[in-house]
Nanobody, 125 residues
Framework: QVHLVESGGGSVQAGGSLRLSCAAS????????MGWFRRVPGNEREGVAV????????FYANSVKGRFTISQDTAKNTNYLQMSSLKPEDTAIYYC??????????????????WGQGTQVIVSS
């Protein structure tokens, strides 16, 4: 089993920055993809950014491209989401996800076997 723990959420004004972290522990040998989804009340989880770890290939939602950057520290089994130029519409609970697949359908929650507890991001205008 794999345990994922997120950190770095908080409250920030529009235009500000936050960095989210996700540390993986347990049987991490089988993780090939890792990244972030977000959810607002009444909606399903939305793919934000995912990285295919082996080749280092990143995937981003169009709404965050150019503002967010995903990276992976393989030695620490830790994923980072650097969020800049934050907007009020980025407000959500952000969840770390990890899976066995090659992220062929990276934006689908069903691609991932392991999930963190979520961390709240609030962006005020």
């Amino acid at each position: 089993q794999v345990h994922l723990v997120e950190s770095g959420g908080g409250s920030v004004q529009a235009g500000g920055s936050l960095r989210l972290s996700c540390a993986a522990s347990g049987d991490t040998w089988n993780i090939n993809s890792m990244g972030w989804f977000r959810r607002v009340p009444g909606n399903e989880r939305e793919g934000v950014a995912v990285i295919y770890i082996g080749p280092g290939t990143p995937f981003y939602a169009n709404s965050v491209k150019g503002r967010f950057t995903i990276s992976q520290d393989t030695a620490k089994n830790t994923n980072y989401l650097q969020m800049s130029s934050l907007k009020p519409e980025d407000t959500a609970i952000y969840y770390c996800a990890a899976g066995w697949s090659a992220a062929n359908n990276w934006y689908k929650p069903t691609e991932y076997e392991y999930w963190g507890q979520g961390t709240q991001v609030i962006v005020s205008s």
